[in-house]
């Protein structure tokens, strides 16, 4: 996936995703270390460790890499000297996470059981810590306008939300 896409979100949706700012906040090394940042090899070791003890309630699709490398996920360059919000790691794994749904979804075809399974996962993850923690969405966008027209037919909004996925088999 690459966030950039993710980031374009276009449209009147004022579903604001935490996660997502913290997930490219880059300081520039030479500022003072504060708490709460850490280095790129931190964030990454914070991703790997996330994807290891991905929850038991929040599997992967079948088939799909479960471990992919980080920069194949993010446009960060690993020879960056800026500093992580900590928690970059973890947003980022549970943004591929996503991206593996969202794409089953909409590779679904005419295939409703496989449609209704991906939406399944999506909704389920409303209810995880993840959600609690990073996702800001006062008006439900996400589960009534993007899941819910998704569940009846209109996956335009949920396209939107996956440009930029990049799912690896």
């Given at each position: 996936?690459?966030?950039?896409?993710?980031?374009?979100?276009?449209?009147?949706?004022?579903?604001?995703?935490?996660?997502?700012?913290?997930s490219?906040?880059?300081?520039?090394?030479?500022?003072?270390?504060?708490?709460?940042?850490?280095?790129?090899?931190?964030?990454?070791?914070?991703?790997?460790?996330?994807?290891?003890?991905?929850?038991?309630?929040?599997?992967?699709?079948?088939?799909?890499?479960t471990?992919?490398?980080?920069?194949?996920?993010?446009?960060?360059?690993?020879?960056?000297?800026?500093?992580?919000?900590?928690?970059?790691?973890?947003?980022?794994?549970?943004?591929?996470?996503?991206?593996?749904?969202?794409?089953?979804?909409?590779?679904?075809?005419?295939?409703r059981?496989?449609?209704?399974?991906?939406?399944?996962?999506?909704?389920?993850?409303?209810?995880?810590?993840?959600?609690?923690?990073?996702?800001?969405?006062?008006?439900?966008?996400?589960?009534?306008?993007?899941?819910?027209?998704?569940?009846?037919?209109?996956?335009?909004s949920?396209?939107?939300?996956?440009?930029?996925?990049?799912?690896?088999?």
């Amino acid at each position: 996936m690459k966030p950039a896409g993710l980031f374009g979100r276009v449209g009147g949706f004022g579903v604001v995703l935490c996660l997502l700012m913290t997930s490219l906040a880059g300081c520039d090394a030479d500022a003072v270390t504060q708490e709460g940042f850490m280095s790129y090899d931190e964030m990454r070791a914070e991703y790997d460790r996330t994807l290891e003890n991905f929850p038991d309630d929040l599997p992967f699709p079948e088939g799909v890499n479960t471990h992919p490398p980080l920069e194949s996920q993010t446009v960060t360059d690993p020879e960056t000297t800026d500093l992580f919000q900590t928690g970059s790691g973890e947003s980022q794994a549970y943004i591929y996470w996503e991206c593996t749904w969202m794409v089953q979804a909409l590779e679904a075809g005419d295939d409703r059981a496989r449609l209704d399974e991906a939406l399944d996962m999506l909704e389920s993850a409303l209810h995880s810590r993840f959600h609690r923690l990073y996702y800001e969405d006062p008006g439900r966008v996400w589960e009534l306008e993007v899941l819910g027209g998704a569940r009846t037919g209109d996956l335009s909004s949920l396209k939107d939300f996956a440009v930029g996925c990049d799912v690896e088999s």
